[in-house]
């Protein structure tokens, strides 16, 4: 491909089209700007000149941030580029210069994008207690990867924790394990602050031992001991106006969220139309300077004076016209939407905790959604049956009759509860692709 309007045309509509292009259009800065705002991996494919552009590097970098792997040496330690590239993808906080990977305002960009990031910080910002709450507040797992002395630090891991799963089995997610989630065997002992994690989000339950003491033996308590507490057995009747009450609030704010991903879907597509309309006009604007240039060459040669005076007067007011160029789509304020869907999955994430667990609801929203207590009972159904049940044998043995009919009764709500649910109806978005589109919980 050596035509400059051909490939200008074709990179519009596929970045990766620049593979293919001659080296001199490899090389040509109006096509290369083209081709990675299509798709910031062409710069793979552009000049070496070209990847040491900040202006091309920083465009192919805002449209996919692993594109920063193919930026120069010299923009890979350029703060402004990654930050860019870091902002869109955390992990390419792995391909910045060695002096950028320590500095903090760098690392807690990338962390707070992916936490997962935390494994390739240096040492001395993985023991950063901001650095480490940013990252876990992202990803419950990037505790695996703080210093010794911030897993026993009761505020991350109480993050950590309370991030860790949704808890509703249905989802798929890992089950989260106490012992992974809380490494300081001081904190494990707490059984205070293991209360609190499990009133936050029972599924934290999951790694406690039901009936016998925990394997290690400065862990004196069970699971049974710390739900019963937390979850005593009057308030299993509220479970399922708990229930109801989440998945309203949920679909309150989702509504928002998925007008939100469809408009940027179809400003994507917006743009994508508009860059192939702008390409299409410019090569035609092209073929008419040609035409009228030919045309022009032969009434010369015919010595045709009044014909190629015209035309020369046609040629220079198409000269003249700039080429159509494609625009940023506008918001409804005219401001250019900058709007994402990488922005609105964040989003959702957060809806979704808050909607869940009762915590604050994401920025922008000016109130807070439940009770934690009550949202944190969620999470716990599937082991409150048997919690109850078993102090119902207890108390059966001990002679104490109502109040064993007591934890009989809520031990088959709460079974009932956790068998009936159908978490997928709750929270649709979720789980259904048709109606979430690209941010279905699939994907």
Known sequence: MKDKETALAAVSQD????????????????????????????????????????????????????AFQDASKELKNDKEVALAAISQNGFAFTDASEELKKDKEVVLAAVSQDGGVLQYVSEELQNDKEVALAAVSQDCYALEYASESLKGDPEIVKIAATQCSLGFED?????????????????????????????????????????????DPLIPFTRDEVLLEVFPVESVGDIAGDLKAASAAYHSHMGNLVAR?????????????????????????????????????????????????????????VKDAPPPQSSEPKGPSGVADVDTLQLVNADAKRVQFADIHGADAPTGSNHAVGDPAKFGRLSALRWLSDAYRRKSDQLLEADDFDLAEVHDVAATVADELWKSVDWAK??????????????????
């Open 171 to 215: 989802y798929g997610a890992s089950e989260p394990d106490l012992t992974f989630c809380m490494t300081s065997v001081a904190l494990k002992a707490d059984k205070d602050f293991v209360v609190s994690i499990v009133a936050l989000n029972g599924w934290n339950a999951y790694a406690l031992q039901p009936t016998t003491v925990y394997p």
């Open 261 to 317: 991903a469809k408009a940027c879907v179809a400003k994507k597509d917006a743009k994508l139309a508009a860059a192939q309309d702008a390409a299409q006009a410019s090569a035609k604007h092209h073929l008419e300077i040609e035409r009228l240039t030919a045309e022009l060459s032969a009434m010369k040669a015919d010595r045709d004076f009044k014909g190629a005076k015209a035309v020369k007067a046609k040629l220079d007011e």
């Open 426 to 443: 709750l929270f649709p978005e979720r789980f259904e692709r048709d109606f979430w589109g690209p941010l279905a919980y699939s994907s």
């Open 15 to 66: 970045g990766r089209a620049l593979e293919s292009a001659s080296e001199e259009l490899k090389n040509d800065k109006e096509v290369v700007l083209a081709a990675v705002s299509q798709s910031g991996r062409a710069l793979e494919s552009a000049s070496e000149g070209l990847k040491n552009d900040k202006e091309v590097v920083l465009a192919a970098v805002s449209q996919n941030g692993f």
